[in-house]
Nanobody
Framework: QVQLVESGGGLVQAGGSLRLSCAAS????????MGWFRQAPGKEREFVAAMFWSADSTSYADSVKGRFTISRDNAKNTVYLQMNSLKPEDTAVYYC???????????????WGQGTQVTVSS
């Protein structure tokens, strides 16, 4: 069982940066793939980034590639999403998720956090 708690969201101007954190409970955290998803009002939840236990295994949505970076600290049971050059279209609730296999579809993840709001003003 894995429990996830996101933090770090907020209001930022376009071009700014934010770093989201996702703290996970569970002794087997390092065995899980971790993903970030987002959901804007009236839209479906979409994939943002994911990584497995090794930093070599990362995946990004085309819309964030080159701007966002996913990383994890297994000693702290925490995964991060560094978001740079933010755009108004990045505005959404951001969720972290965990599963034993890496994926890009929400239904592939068994465990979810409660979400954190990111708002980018123009």
């Amino acid at each position: 069982q894995v429990q996830l708690v996101e933090s770090g969201g907020g209001l930022v101007q376009a071009g700014g940066s934010l770093r989201l954190s996702c703290a996970a409970s569970g002794r087997t955290f390092r065995l899980y793939a971790m993903g970030w998803f987002r959901q804007a009002p009236g839209k479906e939840r979409e994939f943002v980034a994911a990584m497995f236990w090794s930093a070599d295994s990362t995946s990004y949505a085309d819309s964030v590639k080159g701007r966002f970076t996913i990383s994890r600290d297994n000693a702290k049971n925490t995964v991060y999403l560094q978001m740079n050059s933010l755009k108004p279209e990045d505005t959404a609730v951001y969720y972290c998720a965990a599963d034993v296999r890496i994926g890009t579809v929400p239904s592939e993840y068994d465990y979810w956090g409660q979400g954190t709001q990111v708002t980018v003003s123009s």
